[in-house]
T-cell receptor, first 114, second 110 residues
Framework: GAVVSQHPSRVICKSGTSVKIECRSL??????MFWYRQFPKKSLMLMAT?????????EQGVEKDKFLINHASLTLSTLTVTSAHPEDSSFYIC??????????FGEGSRLTVL | TQLLEQSPQFLSIQEGENLTVYCNSS?????LQWYRQEPGEGPVLLVT?????EVKKLKRLTFQFGDARKDSSLHITAAQPGDTGLYLC??????????FGAGTQVVVTP
């Protein structure tokens, strides 16, 4: 079946560095992907909608310059956390809808900023 | 922004007991989904409810969608330790875009 894969699943970085997280739709094309952030024992908060061929749409309160989103192809969206700080530590999850409307989530990427 | 409230936030029960999780919205969604998530993993879709008054059953799980399509409930019968997880309701706003509730952490002890 359709699968959405994220990489890396875990990443640890130093404060001030940038980290890139990839979200791939493995056997279907996705013109739209969604990025969520989740804190421990909390729900998923939508950060932005990634649009292939155009700029991402960010939710209110999400810093565009901090969380750079690039939808490079119909199967790949990337989230780059720039100049990361400890408060950016979180679980980041992407999702992608198939043309049928069925939605698939990635496995998530846990970012720890030291 | 449409808000989805879930209750309770945390539920701890013994194996074999029943439980109900509630999801209430301030407005109407075209459809509502329920997910279960385990630590360190992405959420897994359990069910989608679309029609007001709809009831769906998935083995020991029963899902209801309110007549006004603003509230939903998830009932688990004879809970098992494998039912432990974070249960999330989500309103479908548009193509693939979801508004999640705060989640209910369910712990089922043997």
């Amino acid at each position: 079946g359709a699968v959405v894969s994220q990489h890396p699943s875990r990443v640890i970085c130093k404060s001030g560095t940038s980290v890139k997280i990839e979200c791939r739709s493995l056997d279907f094309q996705a013109t739209t992907m969604f990025w969520y952030r989740q804190f421990p024992k909390k729900s998923l908060m939508l950060m932005a909608t990634s649009n292939e061929g155009s700029k991402a749409t960010y939710e209110q309160g999400v810093e565009k310059d901090k969380f750079l989103i690039n939808h490079a192809s119909l199967t790949l969206s990337t989230l780059t956390v720039t100049s990361a700080h400890p408060e950016d530590s979180s679980f980041y999850i992407c999702s992608a809808p198939q043309h049928t409307g069925e939605l698939f989530f990635g496995e998530g990427s846990r970012l720890t900023v030291l | 922004t449409q808000l989805l409230e879930q209750s309770p936030q945390f539920l701890s029960i013994q194996e074999g007991e029943n439980l109900t999780v509630y999801c209430n919205s301030s407005s109407v969604f075209s459809s509502l989904q329920w997910y279960r998530q385990e630590p360190g993993e992405g959420p897994v879709l359990l069910v989608t409810v679309v029609t007001g008054g709809e009831v769906k059953k998935l083995k020991r799980l029963t899902f209801q969608f309110g007549d006004a399509r603003k509230d939903s409930s998830l009932h688990i019968t004879a809970a098992q330790p494998g039912d432990t997880g974070l249960y999330l309701c989500a309103g479908v706003e548009s193509w693939g875009k979801l508004q999640f509730g705060a989640g209910t952490q369910v712990v089922v002890t043997p």
